[in-house]
Every structure is written in structure tokens, then in C-alpha cells.
């Protein structure tokens, strides 16, 4: 009998949890450097090259890999031998102690951790009044009794844009995997933050494939060996299939389009039922972020600590054709010369809001009540953002784009009665948004999901100035100096996300191939 105390879970999930925040894994380093070193798209190149600055920054400053620091996912392997020791303190969950409990409370001191404190970003009520938690708790927490003395934990941080691109069908016993996977993609969009892994969970039932494709999510990268050794079983020619038809629609890095978008394939199966065939997808963005760790009675599990040197001496600086864009002068005329997939650096002042701060000001609206004091649209920039609490000398901490689509409905308000000029975020629009921008004769902006610390070295003063109750959904005023972006749609409704796939997929005008990688002519 293996004798697991309490407190050596609890601390374990904590160091993963920090361990994770920082340092991407190294054979998501090693494939994306591969992806950086054959990528043809500048514009694809360019937002890899700040993730991988970004990476080296985390590590270096222990400071998140993205604004959004996930929602807590861990799958927890408890051997028939442990015997559980109550020591440590663990909040009460219902009648008592549970193994949820004790995630919990690592997921709660890894959160509020003083040097590095990571964005709570769970809401409870999701229904209803969607009230933040506050410590990022509760974790999704998969249990499994399995023979033995130890304690298998796999545990992720999942970002929500990423999350919230997960598919899910019963195909017929004879249709393909790959055709729906092929069909399915463009129309994830590129707001779950691309280079990453799919995860396909094959069989079982609904709710099974659905665990299988977020499980597979959890090994590492290693799609160059699987090449090389040649498939061994059906799964593994079916991830070979997926990575080289998802690679060649063209999406490419933030879908700007490009050779890379999916650096590996991940796939899971299980038996199921004669007439059925479930299918999952589950998508891992940019900041890839799973650990894995195993206790065995003799305390806290230690986490290797990777060495900087397998980092590729990839530095990101902006191009020297960047254009600079003073936000204090701003106006339609010059918002009328920016060219779709045009790097600018911005300069001056710039406001923030996401999804609460928008409803809140429709709701005004539609009242006929004004805009809090000091809250002034016209000409203005607005930058879709929820930045991490800043700490030591920070003005804030990591600050990358939020995906865009879901400020769609608000965006001909903020356009036309508001009087906004611009928009920052991450990730596509839809039609009826392009067609406002158009109408609008403003513009759209990107910056590169996963490269928030780096984004956040660009913000030289922060204040807020309403709906502070918000937290990091409050409307701030940001002083900025020279923080890239990149025009997606123009003021004659451009859009880079889909002019760009449509150039570089694989077979498209002008593209040949060989050994699988495009030509462009
Ligand atoms: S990289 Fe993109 S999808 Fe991933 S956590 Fe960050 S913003 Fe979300």
C-alpha cells in the first residue's frame, strides 16, 4: 500500500499548473522552430516568430504564455494501492474531502500565486449571472481507478478560444474521418489560435470521443518520428491522412495563411456500437500547455525544468516598411490608406473592452442612457483584451487579443453610433461585421494570439476609466509604443483570413508541390 499525503497533490498541481503558465513544452518548441524554419507566408512567418519570442520571454520572465491562462482539465490515474493521508489545508467541497477538492486547491494556490499570478477566468452560473470564481476553480476533473501504488496526473490549462472550437459528429460506419475533418476545419476559423494539435477522439459514445480527443491532447508532438517509422495500426495512419490534408487547406499561423497550421495529429479510439461512428475534434492553440507527473509516496513531484538552448535563436523586430500609426491623430483618411495584411505599429492612447464591457454599453444604449465620464469612442481604437494582473514594475501583465467574432453583434453600434474608428482582436470576422467596417470606412486589426507578454511590453501606461467592477473586462485607457498588429480587414472590406487560405492552399492558382511542400509562383 502506497501512502500519497494530501499536500503532495495538492502542491504538485500547483508547481504544474506555474511549470506550465511559462514554459511551453519542448517538442511543441522543436516543431513550431521546424514550422518557422519552411514557412513560405511573411505574413504567417512573421506571427510565428512572435510566438516563439514570446515563448523564450515566459520562460525567461516566469510570466504567462498567453493572457488567457485556461481552464484547469486533469486526468488523474489513482492506483488501486494508494491510500490517501489527510495533511494540508483543503477548502470543504460538499460532505468532505475529494479528489476534486484536492485539485482544487493546488489550481487555487497556482492561480493567486503572488510572483506570478495567472487570470481567473472560470464563471459560475454560466447560464445565468456567469460570477467569476475568483481562483480559477472548479478544475474538470477525470478520475480512473487503475491497478497499482501511484498517482498518474496529466493535467492542462485550455484556452477558452481554442475550447470553444471543439466539433463534435456521428458520422455514418462508412463516410470518412478525413473528409470531415477537411470540411470542418475553415470553418473553426482561426480563433483557436493556430500552430497547434488536433485531437480526434474516434468511437465509444457521444461523451467518450469527446474525452478521447481532449485525452490524445496530452502526448507529445511527434508526428516527424510517426513519418518516419511508418504507421503501425489505423489511428496512426489516420493522423498521418489528418495532418496532411489540415495542412494543406492553407490556413497557416492566426489562419493568415500559410504551409503550417496544425504541427501534429492526435488520435484516440475506442470501441462503439455497429451503426455508430462518433467522431470529436478538439483544437490546441499556440499556448500549448499540458504536464504530466506521477506520485508515488515520496512527495512532491519535481517537474524538469527545460533548457533555454532548445529554443531557436528566433528574435521577432518589426519590419522596417512597418508603418507607425499615431493613434492620437487618427482619422478616416489615413485608416482609408492601411492595406490588408500591412504590419503597424501603434503609438498613443488606445481604449480596451470585450464582451462585458460591449454588452453593458448596448445595454445604455438601448436605455438612452450615456457612456460613463470620459468614455469617448469617436476616432478611437479599441483593443478586444483581458490582460493578466500586472506585477513588480509591469503596468500589466500579458495582454494578447481576445477572439473578435464575439464582439460581432456589437460591432455596427461601436462603428456608427459610437464613432469607433478601429478594432484590435484576434481571428476572423463574420460577413455582416465586414460588411459594417466597409460601410463604416474603418478597419480591422490583429495581433497574434499566444504572443501576449510580448504585446504587453508594447503598453506603457494603463488606467481604467469604467465599468472598474469588471475587473479585467473593465474599460482601460492604454498608452502604447509601437505594438504590432496587422490590418486583416481594410476599409474596403479586405479580409486577409480569406484571401490568405485561399492563396496558399495546397493546389490552389499559381501552387505546385513538391514532397508535399507548396511552390508559390
Ligand atoms: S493562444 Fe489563443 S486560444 Fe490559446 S489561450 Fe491564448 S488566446 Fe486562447
Given amino acids: 500500500m502506497t501512502v500519497i499525503r494530501h499536500e503532495d497533490l495538492i502542491q504538485s498541481v500547483a508547481d504544474a499548473l506555474q511549470h506550465i503558465s511559462y514554459y511551453h513544452p519542448v517538442d511543441y518548441i522543436d516543431a513550431l522552430g521546424e514550422a518557422y524554419a519552411v514557412e513560405e507566408s511573411p505574413a504567417a512567418k512573421d506571427a510565428i516568430a512572435q510566438i516563439l519570442t514570446n515563448s523564450r520571454m515566459c520562460a525567461e520572465g516566469h510570466r504567462p504564455l498567453c493572457q488567457d491562462t485556461g481552464i484547469v482539465v486533469a486526468f488523474v490515474r489513482v492506483g488501486m494501492d494508494v491510500r490517501w493521508e489527510p495533511q494540508g489545508k483543503v477548502r470543504r467541497e460538499g460532505a ?5 477538492a484536492l485539485v482544487n486547491e493546488g489550481v487555487r494556490r497556482a492561480y493567486r500565486a503572488a510572483d506570478n499570478p495567472l487570470r481567473a477566468s472560470i464563471v459560475a452560473d454560466p447560464a445565468g449571472l456567469r460570477r467569476n470564481t475568483g481562483d480559477n476553480t472548479p478544475a474538470v476533473v477525470h478520475c480512473e481507478l487503475v491497478p497499482g501504488g501511484e498517482v498518474e496526473v496529466r493535467i492542462a490549462a485550455k484556452g477558452g478560444g481554442s475550447e470553444n472550437k471543439s466539433r463534435f459528429t456521428m458520422l455514418n460506419p462508412s463516410d470518412s474521418i478525413v473528409d470531415w475533418v477537411v470540411q470542418t476545419l475553415p470553418g473553426m476559423g482561426a480563433g483557436w489560435c493556430p500552430p497547434g494539435m488536433l485531437g480526434i477522439g474516434i468511437g465509444g459514445t457521444a461523451e467518450k470521443a469527446m474525452l478521447l480527443a481532449k485525452e490524445s491532447l496530452m502526448a507529445p508532438i511527434d508526428m516527424h518520428a510517426l513519418k518516419q517509422r511508418g504507421p503501425q495500426s489505423r489511428a496512426e495512419e489516420l493522423r498521418i491522412e489528418i495532418y496532411e490534408a489540415a495542412n494543406a487547406l492553407g490556413i497557416g499561423a492566426q489562419g493568415l ?13 475506442y470501441p462503439t456500437h455497429a ?3 462518433p467522431v470529436a475534434m478538439i483544437p490546441n492553440c499556440a499556448a500549448t500547455r499540458h504536464a504530466h507527473f506521477v506520485l508515488d509516496g515520496s512527495g512532491v513531484a519535481r517537474l524538469e525544468v527545460p533548457d533555454l538552448a532548445r529554443w531557436p535563436s528566433v528574435r521577432w523586430a518589426p519590419a522596417p516598411e512597418a508603418r507607425r ?10 485608416v482609408a490608406r492601411w492595406r490588408p495584411g500591412e504590419t503597424l505599429l501603434l503609438n498613443g492612447r488606445l481604449l480596451t473592452g470585450r464582451d462585458a464591457a460591449h454588452k453593458r454599453i448596448a445595454d445604455l444604449v438601448a436605455r438612452g442612457q450615456p457612456l460613463p465620464t470620459g468614455v469617448d469612442f469617436r476616432n478611437r481604437v479599441i483593443y478586444y483584451v483581458g490582460p493578466v494582473d500586472a506585477v513588480r514594475d509591469e503596468v500589466v501583465g500579458p495582454a494578447g487579443p481576445t477572439t473578435s467574432s464575439r464582439m460581432d453583434k456589437f460591432t455596427d453600434l461601436m462603428l456608427g453610433q459610437m464613432g469607433l474608428i ?21 478597419a480591422y486589426l490583429i495581433a497574434v494570439g499566444g504572443a501576449a507578454y510580448l504585446v504587453a511590453k508594447a503598453i506603457r501606461e494603463a488606467r ?3 465599468f472598474a467592477d469588471l475587473g479585467m473586462e473593465a474599460i482601460y485607457e492604454l498608452s502604447v509604443k509601437d505594438m504590432p498588429v496587422t490590418v486583416a480587414v481594410d476599409a474596403q ?6 484571401s490568405g487560405p485561399r492563396r496558399w492552399r495546397r493546389g490552389a492558382p499559381g501552387q505546385g508541390s513538391i514532397g508535399g511542400i507548396p511552390i508559390v509562383a
Fill in 96 to 100: 468532505g474531502t475529494s479528489l476534486a
Fill in 257 to 269: 495563411g500559410g504551409l503550417t497550421t496544425v504541427l501534429d495529429v492526435k488520435v484516440l479510439d
Fill in 275 to 277: 451503426a455508430s461512428l
Fill in 325 to 334: 500609426v499615431d493613434l492620437d491623430a487618427l482619422d478616416r483618411e489615413e
Fill in 422 to 442: 478601429a478594432m484590435v482582436g484576434k481571428a476572423e470576422r463574420g460577413p455582416a461585421t465586414v460588411q459594417a467596417i466597409r460601410k463604416h470606412g474603418a
Fill in 464 to 466: 481604467v476609466i469604467a
Fill in 493 to 498: 472590406g479586405e479580409s486577409v483570413h480569406d
